[in-house]
């Protein structure tokens, strides 16, 4: 299985900051990478795809980068609509594989 | 768009239930279908997953389900449904249906499955 090495698990910020969370999978992905934002009681919500394709209807202040096996998901200016848990997920090889997901906070 | 999930609840440890999610809004039939879960206060975890009939209708599950759970699908329905028996504790958690699929990425509000003595 593809292990999916997210981090930190945890984040503290401030309304206006740029924040960033990094996912490292345990071997080449081809760019088969989503990043999913989960409220609480709510459903995951696609955010990016391909690594780095906003989905549709998602703020431009989110965005994805990265190839191979470590990818980056930042968030250019932290809202406090934005509190919630991100996660990334790869959906390269079965089984499919998330990582442990980031907590977000408001400083 | 909607996926509507059912059939969760209190179910002992070794017992067996049936959820079902209702899909309507989308071309189901030809949708490919997973079933994620999350345990309380846990992370995501992708159980299983089930091809369009036109790409075979195959199967594949997660290890620690594997041999006790059973996806399907009723395309006459525009319905999914897992069959899970010899449920352990380690089953509790909320179950989506979801398409997790760039190009239509569609989740039910899941249903909560809790397996206790």
């Known amino acids: 299985d593809i292990q999916m090495t997210q981090s930190p698990s945890s984040l503290s910020a401030s309304v206006g900051d740029r924040v960033t969370i990094t996912c490292q999978a345990s071997?080449?992905?081809?760019?088969?990478l989503n990043w999913y934002q989960q409220k609480p009681g709510k459903a995951p919500k696609l955010l990016i795809y391909d690594a780095s394709n906003l989905e549709t209807g998602v703020p431009s202040t989110f965005s994805g980068s990265g190839s191979g096996t470590d990818f980056t998901f930042t968030i250019s200016s932290l809202q406090p609509e934005d509190i919630a848990t991100y996660y990334c997920?790869?959906?390269?090889?079965?089984?499919?594989?998330f990582g442990q997901g980031t907590k977000l906070e408001i400083k | 768009v909607q996926l509507v999930e059912s059939g969760g609840g209190l179910v002992k440890p070794g017992g067996s239930l049936r959820l079902s999610c209702a899909a309507s809004g989308f071309s189901f039939s030809n949708a490919w279908m997973s079933w994620v879960r999350q345990a309380p206060g846990k992370g995501l975890e992708w159980v299983a997953r089930?091809?369009?009939?036109?790409?075979?209708?195959?199967?594949d599950y997660a290890a620690p389900v594997k041999g006790r759970f059973t996806i399907s699908r009723d395309d006459s329905k525009n319905t999914l449904y897992v069959q899970m028996n010899s449920l352990k504790t380690e089953d509790t958690a909320v179950y989506y249906c979801?398409?997790?699929?760039?190009?239509?990425?569609?989740w039910g509000q899941g249903t909560l499955v809790t397996v206790s003595a």
């Open positions: 071997q080449g992905i081809n760019d088969y």
């Open positions: 979801t398409t997790l699929d760039p190009a239509g990425d569609y």
């Open positions: 997920q790869q959906y390269d090889n079965l089984p499919y594989t």
């Open positions: 089930i091809k369009s009939k036109s790409d075979g209708g195959t199967t």
